[in-house]
C-alpha cells in the first residue's frame, strides 16, 4: 500500500487547511486509517484515526473540536480538515494505515503498517 499526503503549507494562527491522503495498491482490505504528525526534535505523536466503517472515530485530546477526520473508501482517501490552527500544531502530517482489529484506544505508531512521506503544515502566530 502506498500513502501520498496532500494540502500542507502555511497559515496563519485561527486559519484552516484540510489535508487529503490516497491509498493506492492493495487498498481491498478494511484499513484503520491515521493522522500522525511530528514536530522538529519531538517524537511521532498520534493526532486522529478512522475505522473503514467512519463509525470509529478517536482524536488526541487537543486537537478536539478543531480536526475532523473523514474518509471516501470509493476514493480510497481519507481527510484530516484542521481549523482553528494554533502555532503548537506546526508539525510534519504524515497519514497511516494499520490492519483492523485494535481497539480503538490503541493508536501507537507501531501498530501501524504502512506511511506516506509526509505534508508540512507551519502555523504562523
Known amino acids: 500500500v502506498q500513502l501520498v499526503e496532500s494540502g500542507g503549507g502555511l497559515v496563519q494562527a485561527g486559519g484552516s487547511l484540510s489535508l487529503s491522503c490516497t491509498a493506492s495498491?492493495?487498498?481491498?482490505?478494511?484499513?484503520?486509517m491515521g493522522w500522525f504528525r511530528q514536530a522538529p526534535g519531538k517524537e511521532r505523536e498520534f493526532v486522529a484515526q478512522?475505522?473503514?466503517?467512519?463509525?470509529?472515530?478517536y482524536y488526541k485530546e487537543s486537537v478536539k473540536g478543531r480536526f475532523t477526520i473523514s474518509r471516501d473508501n470509493a476514493k480510497n482517501t481519507v481527510y484530516l480538515q484542521m481549523d482553528s490552527l494554533k502555532p503548537e500544531d506546526t508539525a510534519v502530517y504524515y497519514c497511516?494505515?494499520?490492519?483492523?482489529?485494535?481497539?480503538?484506544?490503541?493508536?501507537?505508531?507501531?501498530?501501524?503498517?504502512?506511511w506516506g512521506q509526509g505534508t508540512q503544515v507551519t502555523v504562523s502566530s
Open positions: 497511516a494505515a494499520r490492519l483492523p482489529g485494535y481497539t480503538v484506544e490503541v493508536h501507537t505508531p507501531s501498530t501501524y503498517i504502512y
Open positions: 495498491g492493495d487498498t481491498s482490505t478494511d484499513y484503520t
Open positions: 478512522i475505522n473503514w466503517s467512519g463509525n470509529s472515530i
